[in-house]
């Protein structure tokens, strides 16, 4: 029998890549009238950066933040997103952002330099969260039966952010056009709040479609 080297048997040991969104199936399911209303992409994240601090630490970690190239601007409220070169930039509390990375960008260690740990903490929930994109003229309907939210315009701008959840489920949506959003979720969640937003979206015509950041 043939000896087994460590890289051999380091590769055999590592594990494979799961989408949390396999086992959904791919394709249109419409309408009685054959209608599609309803348009989603699910995928894993290329990479998200939660960097937060103490109450009193909120001037001095948007200071930090700033000073990382790539980001720059630093948005102010809860809510609101700014669109830098790293990515996008997300105020989901006081005195916590989330940094959501483009594909091939990797800030984990350019981000800890600038926010040191005196400063704030800076944690990779890339393998952790996942994102549903939702979009079509019944998207608005659809979300409307989950989430206890003012979708009107006016009420909810495009390129704003609402941490908001549905059967006690954490999610964070992001408006990127009228008809067009991105739900950030939990991977551990993902799966069945997937299945959950293709049921209330069943009646108008869904279609899936299945991908990796």
Request: charged share 20%; proline share 6%.
């Amino acid at each position: 029998m043939g000896s087994v080297t460590v890289s051999e048997t380091a590769v055999r040991a590592r594990p494979a890549h799961r989408s949390p969104f396999e086992g959904h199936k791919p394709g249109e399911r419409p309408a009685p009238g054959g209608a599609i209303g309803v348009r989603l992409r699910a995928e894993t994240l290329a990479g998200l950066l939660q960097i937060h601090t103490w109450t009193s630490g909120a001037d001095v970690l948007r200071t930090a933040l700033a000073g990382v190239p790539g980001i720059g601007t630093v948005p102010l409220r809860t809510g609101s997103v700014a669109r830098v070169a790293a990515g996008l930039l997300l105020c989901t509390g006081p005195c916590e952002y989330q940094l959501l990375t483009s594909p091939g960008t990797d800030l984990l260690a350019s981000v800890r330099q600038h926010v040191p740990a005196d400063v704030g903490a800076v944690t990779d929930l890339g393998h952790a969260r996942c994102r549903i994109r939702i979009e079509g003229p019944r998207c608005r309907d659809t979300l409307s039966k989950l989430f206890a939210l003012d979708l009107r315009a006016s009420a909810w701008p495009v390129g704003e952010l609402r941490l908001t959840g549905h059967h006690h489920v954490p999610c964070a949506a992001l408006r990127l056009d009228l008809d067009r959003f991105d739900l950030l979720v939990f991977s551990t969640y993902a799966f069945d709040q997937l299945g959950t937003v293709l049921d209330a979206a069943q009646e108008y015509g869904v279609a899936l479609e299945l991908s990796s950041a």
